[in-house]
């Protein structure tokens, strides 16, 4: 099973919104990420609209060919309108506080159990795929298949902050939790901090990786490449596996 390439487009948008106009164009980035082999597209609305703002969610609907992934806290109720009205591929449910930099952990799936067993069922009956970010730990892949959720993304921080001392240490819980995600039949996405160092690694070793949405690393290495190299290099680390 070739593991999907999803591009998470939020520094694109950071990047225009620094000077108010409409350069770079979000839309046309996303389109061209898709001509160029994206498999996905990735937006991660957050309240302060700092970066992809909620009309850019809606705009970008339309046009996207490829699997559309919106992250987010379905805590916001703008957030949850969003979703619901634009109805998106997946829906990806991150448990990130206001004004957070970055998603910085995954969901206690044991202690929010009944809630987001009660969201995931309303996204679920709109006909949007389920994922919830979690850390690579068993209680909490037990928590997530709990919730009905259709995927989980693991949380690749630490695997990523490990790999230059000690790869192997730092992949070992990320196939337990994979293997265990694969008996309780949960997809599996990753995501955060993979790059092009770490990427073909974690791929290689992760059973059924279905997806993973990269961001900072990939935009980065697109101010030295060029996005459409940049795409490429990371397919290739992806097909290689
Ligand atoms: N997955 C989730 C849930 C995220 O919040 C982010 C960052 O917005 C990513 C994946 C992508 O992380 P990165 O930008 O480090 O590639």
């Given at each position: 099973?070739?593991?999907?390439?999803?591009?998470?487009?939020?520094?694109?948008?950071t990047l225009r919104n620094a000077r108010g106009g409409n350069i770079p164009n979000l839309l046309t980035f996303a389109l061209d990420c898709e001509r160029y082999g994206a498999q996905g597209i990735t937006?991660?609305?957050?309240?302060?609209?700092?970066?992809?703002?909620?009309?850019?969610?809606?705009?970008?609907?339309?046009?996207l060919t490829t699997e559309f992934n919106v992250e987010g806290n379905p805590k916001e109720k703008k957030f949850m309108d969003l979703v619901m009205k634009i109805k998106p591929a997946q829906v990806t449910l991150v448990p990130d506080a206001l004004g957070q930099i970055t998603s910085n952990h995954g969901w206690n799936t044991v202690t929010h159990k009944d809630y987001l067993k009660d969201i995931i069922s309303q996204f679920k009956d709109a006909g949007i795929r389920t994922s919830i970010f979690v850390d690579a730990d068993i209680k909490m892949l037990e928590g997530a298949k709990e919730t009905n959720t259709d995927r989980i993304e693991l949380y690749t921080e630490s695997y990523a902050k490990q790999y230059p001392s000690n790869k192997e240490k730092a992949i070992h819980p990320f196939i337990i939790a994979a293997n265990k995600a694969l008996q309780l039949n949960l997809g599996i996405n990753a995501g955060h901090d993979l790059n092009l160092q770490n990427l073909h690694y974690f791929s290689k070793h992760i059973p059924g990786l279905e997806e993973v949405s990269i961001g900072h690393a990939l935009i980065s290495d697109a101010i030295y490449f060029g996005i459409e190299n940049a795409i490429q290099l990371y397919l290739r680390q992806l097909k290689n596996s």
């Open positions: 099973m070739a593991t999907k390439l999803s591009v998470n487009i939020n520094k694109i948008a937006v991660h609305p957050r309240p302060d609209e700092r970066h992809v703002r909620y009309k850019d969610v809606e705009d970008l609907k339309p046009l």
